[in-house]
Nanobody, 125 residues
Framework: EVQLVESGGGSVQAGESLTLSCVVSGVSFEEGFVGWFRQRPGKEREGISCLSSTDNSIYYRASVKGRFTIARDNAKNTVYLQMNSLKPEDTAVYYC??????????????????WGQGTQVIVSS
């Protein structure tokens, strides 16, 4: 059984930081890609960062580039999203994702095969 279990969401003030974690089990962690999507209120889900296992290339959505950092710990089967300088528009449910295939020089988040249950992030002004 594939499981993606997120943690680390919460409520913060604008300008503060949060780190999301996701423990992955039941699927190879070292193939394809891992990443994070989010769904803001009234909006569609959007890929915000994905890390390719093919060549360790990383995609960041323009709106988070320079503020968010994705990282992976293969020994712990865990993927992280460090979020700095949070803004009210970052308020969303954040989802950990895994895909079984990824190109090199990842241009955008590829097709997602597995989703976590989501963790809420609220940023107040």
């Amino acid at each position: 059984e594939v499981q993606l279990v997120e943690s680390g969401g919460g409520s913060v003030q604008a300008g503060e930081s949060l780190t999301l974690s996701c423990v992955v089990s039941g699927v190879s962690f070292e193939e394809g890609f891992v990443g994070w999507f989010r769904q803001r209120p009234g909006k569609e889900r959007e890929g915000i960062s994905c890390l390719s296992s093919t060549d360790n290339s990383i995609y960041y959505r323009a709106s988070v580039k320079g503020r968010f950092t994705i990282a992976r710990d293969n020994a712990k089967n865990t993927v992280y999203l460090q979020m700095n300088s949070l803004k009210p528009e970052d308020t969303a449910v954040y989802y950990c994702v895994v895909g079984t295939w990824s190109p090199s020089k990842i241009p955008v988040c590829p097709h997602v095969d597995y989703w976590g249950q989501g963790t809420q992030v609220i940023v107040s002004s």
